[in-house]
């Protein structure tokens, strides 16, 4: 059976990704987000979950659509952490064990706490002007573009 390749062929996705570097919450994150740009991220009635072997993660996702430019929004935490509660011995002797457990969406940006994600219709959307926008923020420790196609699950940043 004869096999075909496509020699031309390029994956292309209107996707950019930016990663932030903060300590504060979620929320403050977004609201940060809303005050030195012109966005206003809602948090979604859902939290994104990821599904592990032992956990199942939960991460809060904000969205938000600029009309102007018919561009989707996301703004979701890249860590969870949560605390994974077991039983050890028995009768009298039974102990309940915690044990604090980390999960990172992705894992390929395991130092960044924040990923924005611009999904674009016509590759129009702004990025580097937000990126600039957000670095004068006090709030941030840095922020910057994260290559996408780096990615291995990409099937994580799917939010609807």
Known sequence: MATFKLSDWEEEEDVSLIGIHSSLPAYRVAYYINKHS?????????????FTDRI???FPVYKDYDE?????????????????????GTGLFETIDEE????????????????????????????????????????????YLLDYFK????????FE
């Open 38 to 50: 012109d966005h206003c991220f809602e948090r979604k009635q859902t939290d994104h979950e990821l």
């Open 100 to 143: 604090e457990i980390t999960v990172t969406l992705l894992k390929e940006y395991h130092k960044v706490d924040f990923i924005l994600k611009i999904e674009q219709n016509n590759m129009s959307y702004p990025v580097q002007k937000l990126i600039n926008d957000l670095n004068k923020a006090q709030s941030f420790t840095s922020c």
């Open 151 to 158: 990615l291995k699950n990409k099937d994580y940043l799917i």
């Open 68 to 88: 102007k430019l018919q561009t989707q929004l996301y703004l979701v935490a890249n860590r969870f952490k949560g605390v994974l509660k077991g039983v050890s």
């Open 56 to 58: 199942i993660a939960t």
